[in-house]
Nanobody, 126 residues
């Protein structure tokens, strides 16, 4: 499995970006998908997830009300809309499949973290 993230960039506080996560070589319609982020030197953190049916989503408290996750299975893509960006949103953002996605959290395949892609850099600066 391979996911390719894109859409990152540098924006000012309060700005917006839309990240894309494209599945390469397989169809992602049967998978729950999550977005994660990592700041160099720190552990990665879960940001949001969406179930395979798109009926359920989850957001970390730090991004709730500002980020929106969605998916278009026809395009084999999951999106993360980042709004009202803050300095602390600066990180490399990754997507990967999750073992579960509920309104209260998501299951992580810890042993698959090493297979994550390069991610996409989001930098919030003035």
């Amino acid at each position: 499995l391979q996911f390719v993230e894109s859409g990152g960039g540098q924006v000012q506080p309060g700005g917006s970006l839309r990240l894309s996560c494209v599945a390469s070589g397989f169809t992602l319609d049967g998978y729950h998908i999550g977005w994660f982020r990592r700041v160099p030197g720190q552990e990665w953190k879960a940001v949001a997830c969406i179930t395979s049916s798109a009926r359920t989503t989850y957001y970390a408290d730090s991004v709730k009300g500002r980020f929106v996750i969605s998916r278009n299975n026809a395009n084999n893509t999951v999106y993360l809309q980042l709004n009202s960006l803050k300095f602390e949103d600066t990180a490399v953002y990754y997507c990967w499949k999750t073992s579960a996605c509920t309104t209260s959290g998501m299951g992580i395949y810890d042993d698959e973290v090493e297979y994550w892609g390069e991610g996409t850099q989001v930098t919030v600066s003035s």
